[in-house]
């Protein structure tokens, strides 16, 4: 076989190389533990599993799906778009169904992009951004997110050549992987530059539902004229801790909605008929359920605080997001203070560098293991920096 030059472009998804270190790591007996991937910890509501469960048992739904997913599905991801965030979508025509939010931003390339078009993503950012353009033979150019700016991008800096060549702009707030939030002023902001430069907007936004001290992120749908220009990408992964269910969702834009429709009706069936009855449900979950667990996680982030504090490590306590975006130890450069962590603690954190040049001098540590293994694993963190062993 001969791979083709696109593949042959393709750097190596970050976590799966990663994986490599950490398996090496548990062979060698150390006690692993693993703050560097979002990937809750904890069950989605007993109700979800139960109507799961109940339509597995169904003889009538283990057939193929609608390529555009249960009407029943559509219209609960429209009726939670409307209690959450005020914003009302019509289940037919701009709502989508995902097989989780991942797939459908690398289809959304396929369906925007033709080979020399250009898009924005930002730096640091979640990695299919770019690697769904460079699968289409886009061209990629990066904007940073910089601490001075909160982590938000000056749209001023972007060169107007360059936004002029653009065909579309990722966007992502809550932010993976530096936990910064966005207000409704940068929204506005953002849909103003997409309308000047007439770019498809993409706001990714599967930590919405994960805030800290009562914090609630809001939607860019929510700003006027919006629709015209943005597309929003939403995972129940995050919110529901569903990450395996593989549900997601693609709001906004009528027209965009219908071209990614067109490539997923070529290149998947649906999702299986009770993990749509189950994401429903999941989706008309009491928001009580959501504050306790956000509160769950809210313990872990002060042990996570107090431990970088007591190292001399700075860190921004984010009011959204499964993550504290953490600098690293002065003089080590991300990937190498990383590996150093795992192979002489066992505590994998995530290299800021695995999100873009931009991430490096910082390191990714998440809030999504039992509470005594993060207390474990930032005692060993804070051994580590101090004693250098």
């Known amino acids: 076989m001969k791979p083709t030059k696109r593949l042959a472009a393709l750097p190596p998804y970050p976590f799966a190389r990663w994986s490599g270190y950490v398996e090496a790591a548990r062979k060698r007996g150390l006690d692993v533990i693993r703050l560097d991937m979002g990937d809750p910890d904890l069950p989605p509501p007993d109700e979800v599993i139960e109507v799961l469960a109940r339509s597995a048992r169904s003889p009538h739904h283990h057939g193929y799906s609608s390529y555009r997913g249960l009407p029943a599905l559509r219209r609960a991801i429209a009726d939670y778009y409307e209690r959450r965030f005020g914003v009302t979508l019509d289940p037919d025509t701009q709502v989508l169904p995902l097989i989780g939010s991942k797939e459908g931003i690398v289809h959304m390339a396929m369906a925007c992009l033709d080979p020399g078009d250009l898009v924005l993503v930002p730096d640091p950012g979640y990695a299919p951004y770019a690697m769904g353009a460079l699968l289409a033979g886009a061209e990629v150019y ?97 919110t529901f801790n569903m990450p395996g269910w593989r549900v997601g969702m693609a709001v906004g834009n009528a027209e965009a909605i219908t071209a990614l429709a067109t490539v997923k009706s070529n290149v998947d069936s649906g999702m299986f008929h009770p993990v749509q009855e ?45 993550y504290v975006w953490a600098r690293v130890p002065q003089g080590w450069p991300s990937e190498q203070f990383a590996l150093a962590l795992l192979e002489q603690t066992g505590v994998v954190v995530a290299p800021g560098t695995f999100f873009g040049p931009a991430g490096e001098g910082y390191i990714r540590i998440s809030v999504t293991a039992p509470g005594e293994q993060v207390r474990e694993a930032m005692e060993r963190l804070c051994h580590f920096v101090v004693t250098g062993i």
């Not at 359920?289 to 921004?316: C, D, F, H, P, T």
């Open 278 to 322: 189950g994401a429903a449900q999941a989706l008309a979950t009491d928001p009580a359920w959501i504050a306790s667990r956000n509160a769950v996680y809210q313990e872990r982030l002060e042990i996570i605080l107090e431990a970088l504090s007591r190292a001399g490590i700075a860190a921004r306590r984010p009011r959204a997001s499964l």
């Open 142 to 238: 990066t904007f940073p997110l910089l601490e001075e700016n909160d982590f938000l991008p000056d749209f001023d800096a972007i060169p107007g050549e360059i936004a002029g060549r653009a065909t579309l702009i990722w966007l992502n707030y809550p932010n993976n992987p530096t936990g910064a939030t966005a207000d409704l002023d940068f929204f506005t902001r953002a849909v103003d530059f997409a309308h000047r430069y007439n770019l498809l907007l993409c706001h990714d936004a599967p930590y919405c539902d994960v805030g800290y001290d009562g914090y609630m992120a809001p939607s860019i749908l929510q700003v006027a004229g919006a629709e015209a220009v943005a597309v929003e990408f939403n995972s129940l992964s995050k």
